[in-house]
């Protein structure tokens, strides 16, 4: 059972590829495995949703890693948002998706009925989603779950806010990712990712801020080495 | 009782010597005049002159009252209710839709600030459930539109017929869980218990 995937593990995968298990002898079906994003269990088969490459990662999972630009909301991710408009008690947070998510003004750290958090409509907010599914509208939260900040809430007086590709973001939000490591080697910045593929940034100057946006967005289509190689001619060039 | 034909509102239908008027007409200049648009139903009552009314079904209407089982399917969730279509009174289909809501603390009976909408119930989902209440918002003149609020918080109220994602009609398998046979996904649901005399040993 497990050949069959990992025959075409490191391959391109497109929707509509079945991996089928009917035809295997008895005994050897008793192994489990764990469909990941972008595979789904259909009775016998295990059917692909997504387009990419399908990885694997020791025990038993496997997935599909494709690249996508356009967010769709899921609980629990951390995303960067724009306030659009105040209604009532609660925010309206333009998050990339199809419809925009609420965001209550008591959902802050500290806040309550008299003390309301300081959010004017185009500030950038650092929240994560309770709610977000295809029923009902997404809902954001500017705290965890003990009530405090973590991070999360306004930010961002200067800096710089652009787009990438969900991919990118995913490689950036790695523990120890190799892209961040480079980038560090150049000029302190800061960097706030957010996983609907927006990401911001602010260095000393502007100059540098507009360097490493520059360079986060070439990042999508090099290889390391190809990047190792771009980030010393820049070193080189500052 | 004899139909005699289609009016429009407005349409004269006879003399007030002739008949009384009944529901759905009016008097006026000693005439007898339709306000609704429908069928004639003239009644007669033995010696008293006959009654003239409009209907505008030849049946009657079923109304679910309060304290009566209906069926509905649910058209949209929120974190605070669900609205339904009310599609069934007991065993009677209705003929026109009505709209109900079903509260988030009416999902249960037990634990009921811990409701979330998202796994009891999902659009699309047929639902039973007990009338508790209806409210009429007279929107203006001849406008009303109605709007019964519903509960499911007893053990045989909640999802009867679910489909999961993949589009297949889920099995239940406890009072708050739902199983596809075909991706064998488990999703939430708030689930009404099998009364003993439909299952089939």
């Given at each position: 059972m497990f050949d069959i995937f990992k025959h075409k593990v490191g391959d391109v995968v497109l929707p509509g590829d079945v991996f089928s298990f009917a035809s295997l002898a008895q005994d050897s079906r008793m192994e489990k495995i764990i469909c990941g994003p972008g595979l789904r269990r259909n009775g016998d088969e295990v059917l692909v949703c997504k387009s990419g490459v399908l990885r694997h990662k020791p025990a038993n999972l496997f997935w599909v890693d494709s690249q996508q630009k356009r967010y769709v909301p899921a609980k629990g991710e951390s995303v960067i948002g724009i306030v659009t408009a105040k209604t009532g008690d609660t925010f309206k947070v333009d998050v990339g998706g199809s419809e925009q998510a609420s965001l209550s003004y008591l959902a802050f750290e500290g806040a309550t009925k008299r003390n309301r958090p300081n959010v004017q409509v185009g500030d950038l907010v650092y929240a994560q989603f309770i709610i977000a599914n295809k029923d009902m509208e997404p809902e954001l939260v500017c705290i965890d779950s003990c009530g405090r900040a973590n991070g999360m809430g306004v930010f961002g007086n200067d800096g710089l806010l652009f787009r990438v590709s969900l991919g990118l973001v995913r490689r950036l939000l790695v523990p120890r990712s190799e892209i961040v490591k480079d980038l560090e080697q150049l000029f302190p910045f800061e960097m706030v990712v957010g996983m609907n593929g927006r990401v911001w940034v602010r260095a000393q100057t502007t100059q540098q801020t507009l360097i490493v946006a520059n360079l986060l967005e070439s990042c999508?289509?090099?290889?390391a080495e190809q990047r190792k190689l771009l980030f010393r001619r820049v070193a080189d060039g500052c | 009782m004899s139909l005699m034909k289609l009016c429009v509102p407005g349409e004269k239908l006879c003399s007030a010597e002739d008949c009384i008027p009944g529901a759905g007409t009016y008097l006026r200049h000693g005439h007898i005049f339709a306000s609704l648009a429908g069928y004639v139903l003239q009644k007669n009552e033995g010696e008293e002159p006959p009654v003239i009314s409009v209907i505008k079904e030849t049946e009657a209407q079923l109304l679910p009252d309060i304290g009566a089982i209906v069926t509905c399917k649910v058209t949209s969730i929120n974190s605070r209710f669900a609205k339904v279509h009310i599609l069934y009174v007991g065993s009677t289909p209705l003929k026109e839709r009505f709209r109900g809501t079903i509260r988030k603390e009416d999902v249960?009976?037990?634990?009921?600030?811990?409701?979330e909408t998202y796994k009891s119930f999902r659009p699309g989902d047929i639902v039973l459930a007990k009338v508790l209440s209806l409210t009429r918002i007279y929107i203006s003149l001849g406008d009303v539109q109605s709007n019964y609020l519903l509960t499911t918080a007893e053990n045989e109220l909640g999802v009867v017929v679910a489909h999961s994602e993949a589009g297949v009609q889920m099995v239940p398998i406890s009072w708050c869980e739902m199983q596809c046979p075909r991706t064998h996904a488990k999703e939430f649901r708030k689930v009404a218990r099998v009364q003993p005399e439909y299952l089939q040993a």
């Open positions: 999508e289509n090099m290889t | 249960r009976a037990t634990e009921k600030d811990k409701v």
